[in-house]
């Protein structure tokens, strides 16, 4: 109860900084670049695979009663609006949420944190702000880049190895799949950017010198997993406010 | 060119270190106390972020999939695909994410921490096998520990789904009972129930395996944890895909 208190104080203060402070250029960049390209290989292998399992997974589904000529739909649908921003977020999350986690708990551990509140810098301002954007920023884009090569290798196993129709396949995702549902998806990957870099600079802002460098270790196991179940719940919500 | 040949050294390794694994898990002695101590540790940090992770999914699905339905007039189908979906797949991938990120982070942090604190080397100069006290328990807790919480997220997603289908979506109480039960076979089941003692082996490997190669300080032990989670995570993935390949060309 009382951490949920601290971390809604910080999500506030975070949220002024961030609103108020726009970072300098070559920060933000320079956190964006490492946040966004650095997780596109990771990406890539997860998305083909999921991608794949999605349509071997609903063919199996759907034979059951005969409905297999509807898998673009269900590849598309299911793909661009829950699947492929959920993953993104929960996998790029960890790794990005790890490395924030990391490199804010190291400094608060070695007291640089408290070094630059000493020199009257705003730690919220220089060291929280540029990674919320930096987050922010890269995932809706890495979120956009995973359904182009989700629905590419959604095709690739419905016409390459189960032998369907590949335009019957692409007509469906044309018909079913609107660009609404390509801009929610990238909608929820920005709320998803947003909580999982809070979440892990709260984490990572939480550990004090005296945990030594085992308070590393538990903040970013902690901004994993907790970042993971939040989008997995706040994926819920969305979904229910916009579907439902 | 080493940078071409790198990922096959490491399935190479990756592969021998499984082998490892095998021989000493099949040869005495065992460290039965070791394996169940770490296995309640391993229940006691899974089972909330499992349960709150999975439980979403299966309200999603019934949400989407009603809609899909919907289109076709099949509302009553809804509760097929929600308890394939959740018993063959979700389930089992997603409880082995979560067992990842929060059990496998910390197995490969603690035999990091060992190897980085030379515990390591000590328990093989006391003649103790590293292998056998420290990575075995490892592995066969995760092995067994994954499939125990697919059961309790199996039971999780369908309720959620139950929930999003009949109080909030209006499909008849009967008719989501009836198509559950009808179309759902044991079989379904058991291959969700084997999967996640594959991914499970999976996870205790990776951690194993990344906790034991650590060099060096407090950074590296950081770096194997995350290494972990992302990379099982894709091993899971990949296996998952293997393993619906086979079933679909085995007919199940």
Known sequence: MRVALEFLRFAQRALVAQLTHFPPMDALVRQTYQAGVGSIALLTMLTVFAGLNLSVQSYATFERFGGQDFLGMFAGIGGVRELYPVMAAVVCGARIGASLAASLSNMKISEQVEALEVMSIDPMRHLVAPRLWAVTIALPLLCGYADVIGIGASYAGAVWQLGLDGGTFMSQIRQFVRLQDLLVGVMKGLVFGWIVALIACFHGYRAAKRDGAEGVGVATNRAIVHGAVVCIVLNLVMSWALYG | ?252
């Not at chain 2, 309640?40 to 349960?51: A, K, M, N, Y």
């Not at chain 2, 992770?53 to 999939?65: C, D, E, M, R, Y």
């Not at chain 2, 009553?76 to 982070?105: C, H, K």
């Not at chain 2, 125990?148 to 499909?171: K, R």
Request: some cysteine; overall charge neutral; charged content about 10%.
């Open chain 2, 1 to 252: 060119m080493t940078w071409l040949l790198q990922p096959f050294a490491t399935i190479g390794a990756i592969a021998a270190f499984f082998g490892d694994v095998v021989r000493t898990a099949a040869t005495s002695p065992r460290y039965f106390a070791e394996t169940i101590r770490i296995m309640w540790i391993l229940v006691g940090r899974c089972i909330i972020p499992v349960g709150l992770a999975v439980a979403p999914v299966g309200a999603v699905i019934s949400l989407q999939g009603l809609e899909l339905f919907r289109m076709f007039g099949l509302e009553r189908m809804l509760s097929s695909l929600l308890g394939t979906a959740i018993f063959r797949e979700y389930s089992p991938a997603l409880a082995s994410v979560m067992v990842a990120a929060q059990a496998g982070s910390s197995i490969a942090a603690r035999i990091g921490t060992m190897r980085v604190r030379g515990q390591i080397d000590a328990l093989a100069v006391m003649s103790v096998d590293p292998m056998r006290y420290v990575v075995v328990p490892g592995v066969i807790a995760c092995a067994i520990v994954t499939p125990l919480l697919n059961v309790i997220t199996n039971i999780l997603g369908v309720a959620s789904g139950w929930v999003f289908a009949v109080p909030l979506g209006g499909v008849d109480h009967g008719a989501f009972m009836e198509h559950l039960t009808a179309q759902i076979t044991p079989a379904d089941l058991w291959i969700g129930m084997g999967k996640c003692v594959l991914f499970g082996t999976s996870v205790g490997l990776l951690a194993g395996y990344l906790g034991m190669k650590v060099k060096g300080g407090a950074e590296a032990v950081g770096q194997a944890a995350n290494d972990t989670v992302t990379q099982t995570i894709v091993l899971i993935l990949f296996v998952d895909y293997i393993v619906s390949m086979v079933l679909l060309g085995a007919g199940l």
